[in-house]
């Protein structure tokens, strides 16, 4: 055995990958495992109460742990048959990627739980995003899939509620002003978008180094910040080179047939019917596809993205345009692709949205982004995936 001190780090990372891929192989045997001893009433047999009590005292298990383990070999008990057995599987891609190590129980377990209302044909599509991303934005990709494939479905025949109005309460205790608000999606959107570039840490100088106020503080410096601009409404700030707007976008086609729906900055959806109204007020730009743009490709005169160029990064990327990330564009910075140092233009097409965590890591890691075809494509490192295959988020760009 070779001592792993001896190991470069690429090969080093790269045995991590394949004992984790070993694990999961084994960690599915043992699910089926467990869940043939449930099947059987084990429990009983032994004289517990529960399968999980068994295993707490078999393999010294906490009893959550022991619970957790019960919960998921019964949920994929079902989607994923044993090897060699005349059952066939529920979930047939599932199956396939389980015994090649590459969903670990935590993926199989959103896998199998959100095929319970998809249809058939989009276990493959959802097998596939899962092989790359983690179970968490799994479950963020199989909500939005769920989404688009009912989203035309006709109207149920009872009219749904209304949707409950603002709320807001205030009380003056100790010589502070308490406050808890309820607001609509695009009310509190509207209030994210106010509030995020006020709460941003302060710079660390030598004089005052770093900022040491939790967020909690921030954001309440912010709020009473932004009660002192609203008294004098024309020194607003801005916020990504322009003053603090809302983005409603959407395609031509659909704003013409008054169908499907818009898109916030922060993701969620707006029906079609809403949008024409919203567009009368002030600090809603509504973004259509396909529509008449701004002069955009500035060449080589300013280093920095100007609200013309940022305002269409975000209509394309709608945020971290980093595979699996789902922060919002007004938490994103605009990364030249070739630098600018290096030459590169200040431009649509050498620009892409990342989060400060992923634009770091694009800077330091050997992570790389490109354009292809017009979209920001990214490519893992050789030790993360060999083959270095193009990856987009499909999140983002659904």
């Avoid at 199989?142 to 149920?156: G, I, M």
């Avoid at 509190?188 to 106020?213: F, I, Q």
């Avoid at 322009?242 to 086609?253: A, G, K, N």
Wanted: proline share 7%; glycine share 6%.
């Amino acid at each position: 055995m070779i001592e792993t001190r001896l190991l470069s780090t690429d090969e080093l990372l790269r045995s991590v990958v394949s004992k984790v891929t070993e694990i999961r192989v084994r960690e599915n045997e043992l699910m089926q495992e467990i869940a043939e001893l449930d099947r059987r009433g084990a429990a009983s047999e032994l004289g517990y109460k529960d399968l999980a009590q068994v295993l707490r005292h078999a393999v010294r298990w906490d009893l959550t742990t022991a619970k957790k383990w019960v919960t998921n070999a019964g949920l994929l008990s079902g989607a994923i048959t044993p090897t060699g057995s005349e059952l066939q599987p529920e979930l047939p891609a599932t199956a396939v990627a389980v015994a090649e190590g590459a969903l670990s129980i935590e993926h199989v377990a959103v896998v199998a739980k959100a095929m319970e209302t998809l249809p058939a044909e989009a276990e493959a599509p959802l097998v596939d995003y899962a092989r790359d991303h983690e179970p968490n934005e799994v479950r963020k990709f199989a909500e939005d899939l769920l989404y688009r494939l009912y989203q035309n479905d006709p109207e149920p025949r009872d009219p749904e509620p209304a949707p409950p109005g603002n709320e807001h309460w205030m009380r003056w205790k100790n010589g502070r002003l308490e406050i808890r608000a309820k607001l609509d999606k695009v009310t509190g959107a509207k209030y994210e978008a106010l509030l995020d570039p006020l709460a941003k840490p302060r710079p660390n100088t030598a004089d005052e180094g770093p900022d040491l106020r939790s967020r909690e503080e921030r954001e309440g410096d912010a709020l009473a910040e932004l009660i002192d601009l609203m008294l004098r409404a024309d020194q607003l700030p801005e916020h990504g080179g322009e003053p603090v707007t809302l983005t409603l976008t959407m395609s031509y086609e659909d704003l013409a047939n008054r169908v499907g729906h818009a898109t916030l900055d922060n993701g969620d959806r707006v029906p079609a019917e809403q949008v024409r109204q919203f567009a009368c007020n002030a600090g809603i730009i509504p973004m259509v596809l396909g529509g008449a743009g701004q002069p955009l490709d500035v060449g080589r005169k300013t280093r920095t993205f100007p609200a013309a160029i940022r305002r269409t990064l975000v209509t394309r990327d709608r945020g971290c345009a980093f595979p699996g990330c789902g922060r919002p564009p007004r938490q994103c910075d605009a990364h030249h692709i070739r630098h600018w140092a290096d030459g590169g233009d200040t431009s649509v097409d050498n620009a892409v949205l990342l989060c400060r965590h992923h634009h770091t890591l694009i800077h330091q890691s050997k992570w790389e982004v490109r354009m292809v075809t017009g979209m920001p494509t990214f490519y893992a490192p050789a030790w993360l995936d060999p083959q270095r295959r193009p990856r987009r988020n499909l999140i983002n760009t659904a």
